[in-house]
């Protein structure tokens, strides 16, 4: 079999899917060699490269009700840390740096500094993967050496880059299709949610073109960053898609 990549772009509850396509995926015994990732892309990649099943990754979500690390709420008295899912990381991802996983891992971050995007693939784990799923004005940016970030999606939500000359097929897997709303209640949330969106569809739409394959469930639109309740449907959305497409896949790999 080729040497394949995956890269799975971030997207809060969205990316759920992605496990549901690891899943499908694992099913023709079509186990990626690199994985890459932003936010919640880079979440769902440390723990497939750490070696988890999928099975584990949903029940890792599901008993730690990973929509605490994600509730949106204007934070009026300072911004949020994420202590939450740095204590879910530790408890569910053995390795603590990046040499020690079982899959090459690659992690988008947004530097708040310079204004450009990084891509990580070695050293200390947690506070790498943090800092790509630190929502701008939700979380407190993370700080690592002399520079400060947040969220990998905000300037690279697919970060293909790291995969193009490793790999020989290019998975890439896209939770944040840009649907046209034609009504919507406005308010400061949903204004927040859709811009962000609309950020994260911007600087992922250039490298979807650089992917051999791409797998994009449609469905996963009808739910907002935050929607960690519907895990299962969201998961199931992933699944369909990688399946439907697997003829595809097939033929490339």
């Not at 708040?112 to 947690?126: D, F, K, R, V």
């Not at 739409?205 to 739910?223: D, V």
């Not at 199931?236 to 697997?246: I, N, P, V």
Request: charged share 20%; net charge neutral.
């Amino acid at each position: 079999m080729k040497k394949i990549g995956i890269c799975l772009a971030g997207g809060g509850a969205r990316g759920i899917a992605h496990i549901g396509v690891l899943k499908a995926l694992e099913q023709e015994n079509i186990r990626p060699d690199y994985v890459s990732g932003a936010s919640m892309g880079a979440i769902v990649g440390a723990m497939y490269a750490d070696g988890l099943s999928t099975e584990r990754m949903m029940e890792a979500l599901l008993e730690t009700k990973i929509y605490k690390l994600f509730t949106f709420g204007v934070p009026w008295d300072g911004l949020t840390e994420l202590k939450y899912l740095k204590k879910m990381l530790k408890k569910y991802i053995s390795a603590t740096r990046f040499e020690d996983l079982e899959k090459k891992l690659f992690v988008a971050i947004s530097n708040l500094n310079t204004g450009q995007a990084e891509i990580h693939s070695i050293g200390e784990l947690y506070q790498i993967i943090l800092a790509s799923a630190c929502i701008p004005l939700i979380f407190k940016p993370i700080e690592i050496g002399k520079y400060t970030y947040v969220d990998g999606g905000l300037l690279n939500n697919l970060p293909v880059e790291p995969l193009l000359d490793i790999s020989e097929v290019i998975i890439g897997v896209n939770v944040n299709g840009n649907n046209i709303l034609s009504k919507e209640n406005w308010n400061l949330k949903t204004i927040a949610e859709r811009s962000f969106d609309l950020v994260m569809w911007t600087n992922a739409s250039h490298n979807l073109k650089k992917c051999h394959i791409i797998i994009e469930p449609s469905e996963t639109t009808k739910h907002n960053l935050f929607d960690f309740a519907a895990a299962k449907q969201i998961y199931q959305y992933g699944y369909d898609e990688a399946k439907r497409l697997m003829p595809e896949i097939l033929k490339l790999v």
